[in-house]
T-cell receptor, first 113, second 109 residues
């Protein structure tokens, strides 16, 4: 089945230790998104790529970076995780039209010790 | 800025009907989406309204009034498995979604 896959599902890192989360898709969608979701809150958009065009949300901290080496894969790098970065990180994809459904992966739950 | 308001919690009994309201203030508005999220799970798409009126998909319906900047999600014949969080989200240019704070629905026997 075509889908959005995120690895790992659970990630534990230490304060200040860089971590990379990965997302892959078999939907061949043009747009990939990274969201941060903290407990009992709405998903908050961090970045999105339309093909290789990178778009950073204005309030995304510099500590967060992203890479999209090809259509299928997208990575979220957290350079120096702080305790406040502990959250669920959701990857999503869409075809690219303004009314298209976004398809979410299962998420990676990040714990920062 | 952009904001969507929805109730934080709703409780209903099995078999009942529940309506979750959403009001929005957003620029570049294309339409209103609804997503369901079970605890620990990913948001899954439920419904989209690009035009005013009612969209029906099985037990779920969604409504939009652009003139009132208002929409709702209607869930009929509630089942225990419907217990989840429900998010309204505004579709903006470039298919950006701005989410409301979410409504936690608890369905009781």
């Amino acid at each position: 089945d075509a889908m959005v896959i995120q690895n790992p599902r659970y990630q534990v890192t230490q304060f200040g230790k860089p971590v990379t989360l990965s997302c892959s898709q078999t939907l061949n969608h043009n747009v990939m998104y990274w969201y941060q979701q903290k407990s009992s809150q709405a998903p908050k958009l961090l970045f999105h790529y339309y093909d290789k065009d990178f778009n950073n949300e204005a309030d995304t901290p510099d500590n967060f970076q992203s890479r999209r080496p090809n259509t299928s894969f997208c990575f979220l790098d957290i350079r120096s995780p702080g305790l406040g970065d502990a959250a669920m990180y959701l990857c999503a994809t869409s075809v690219g039209g303004s009314t298209d459904t976004q398809y979410f992966g299962p998420g990676t739950r990040l714990t920062v010790l | 800025g952009q904001s969507l308001e929805q109730p934080s919690e709703v409780t209903a009994v099995e078999g009942a009907i529940v309506q979750i309201n959403c009001t929005y203030q957003t620029s570049g508005f294309y339409g209103l989406s609804w997503y369901q999220q079970h605890d620990g799970g990913a948001p899954t798409f439920l419904s989209y309204n690009g035009l005013d009126g009612l969209e029906e998909t099985g037990r779920f319906s969604s409504f939009l009034s652009r003139s009132d900047s208002y929409g709702y999600l209607l869930l009929q014949e509630l089942q225990m498995k419907d217990s989840a969080s429900y998010f309204c989200a505004a579709n903006n240019a470039g298919n950006m979604l701005t989410f409301g704070g979410g409504t936690r629905l608890m369905v009781k026997p």
